[in-house]
């Protein structure tokens, strides 16, 4: 069983997070220190390269170049354990470690690398970050902290039909470590469930990727919709009003591209879209704006957020009238 950390961890930022939704991010910290997990960030670090590794702009080498001197810094800052608040981050990284540490040609050349540009300080030493026990997913450290999740609610959202969506590269490519498994995926959905809220636990093409495939947004623009809209349709079959993510990419497919879909389609989907973090954050009582974000996002937040707010006036009321009922 893996230890999952709540000190020493440097959380790891995510170009499309903060180009994207900044608002995971400060979700995420805000979460943190609610938690009581010790972290820093670190403006050294580099892009996983994920985007363009993926599309055949950066090769293993140079991802793996990249992902070591990332590793120098965690190292050189004392925190070893790397949280990640996208899946793609976390896959590259786990595999660069595993290179690292298990492939001496691929370390070697690496070393060399370093040396030949005069920082040789970098140099990997095996073992020096462990994939499984230094490498984490932002849900890893949240599911950690599910009693003290359950302990900070403060608001109601019972109302509303919430699903989730597990990201591929983190169920489907580094999946040994996985957990609440990788087939029928439910880490998503215990953290909801934590925040004494139930989730619809399947619908059609729940397993299903997002349809981004990096590339194939741009290149295979057609399929990478289709898929999309396959699953967007069978959650509005489910009447789902919140689909809540952990990969930036995925949240950007259906946030971004679900008002398109919908004219094309001429269906209004009305699905609201949120990082676990931005929605754990806005369960706990984390201002909408200066911590979830929701300005950034295409699929407008605010409706929900008022709905929040009438239903919640709505249970004040009943509690308020059962009070003077009491008292006469």
């Keep these: 069983m893996r230890k999952i950390p709540d000190k020493n961890v440097m959380l790891f930022k995510s ?38 590794h993926y599309s055949d702009v950066f090769d293993q080498l140079s991802t793996t170049v990249i992902g070591g ?9 004392q925190h070893t354990n790397i949280a990640m608040m996208c899946a793609t981050c ?20 690496v070393n060399e690398i370093y040396e030949e540009v005069n920082l040789s300080e970098m140099k ?28 900070n609610v403060k608001k109601d959202l019972s109302k509303f039909r919430i699903a989730t969506h597990h990201a591929c590269h983190y ?5 040994e470590d996985t957990i609440e498994g990788f087939r029928d995926p439910k880490i998503l959905d215990e953290l909801v469930n934590s925040c004494g809220l139930e989730t619809v636990p399947w619908y059609d093409h729940k397993r ?17 919709l289709k898929v999309t809209t396959d699953k967007l349709l069978s959650l509005k079959d489910e ?41 754990i954050a806005l369960v706990t009582g984390g201002d909408p704006y200066k911590v979830v974000g929701i300005q950034t996002h295409t699929v407008p937040i605010e409706p929900l957020i008022e709905k929040i707010e009438e239903f919640s006036s709505k249970e004040k009321v009943k509690e308020l009238d059962s009070e003077l009922a009491k008292q006469n």
Aim: proline share 3%; glycine share 6%.
């Design 239 to 279: 009447k789902i009003d919140i689909l809540v993510h952990m990969c930036p990419n995925c949240q950007m497919q259906f946030d971004r591209y679900q008002n398109f879909i919908g004219e094309d389609l001429n269906i209004d989907f009305n699905i609201f879209h949120l990082n676990i973090a931005q929605f």
């Design 208 to 224: 299903a990727t997002c349809g981004a495939g990096f590339r194939q947004r741009f290149v295979n623009r057609d399929l990478s």
């Design 15 to 52: 170009c499309l997070v903060s180009g994207e939704y900044p608002g995971v991010e400060s979700s995420t910290k805000y979460l943190f220190d609610k938690l009581g997990i010790e972290y820093i960030v670190d403006d050294r670090q580099s892009c996983c390269t994920g985007l363009g």
């Design 171 to 175: 169920c489907k490519v580094q999946y």
């Design 124 to 151: 990997y030493i095996p073992g020096s970050i462990d994939p499984s026990n230094n490498i984490f997913h932002v849900v890893e450290l949240l599911f950690n902290k599910k009693d003290e999740i359950a302990k």
């Design 90 to 109: 976390y896959a590259i990284h786990k595999k660069v470690a595993k290179l690292l540490n298990e492939k001496d040609e691929v370390r070697d050349r």
């Design 69 to 77: 001197r990332n590793f120098h810094i965690a190292k050189k800052t």
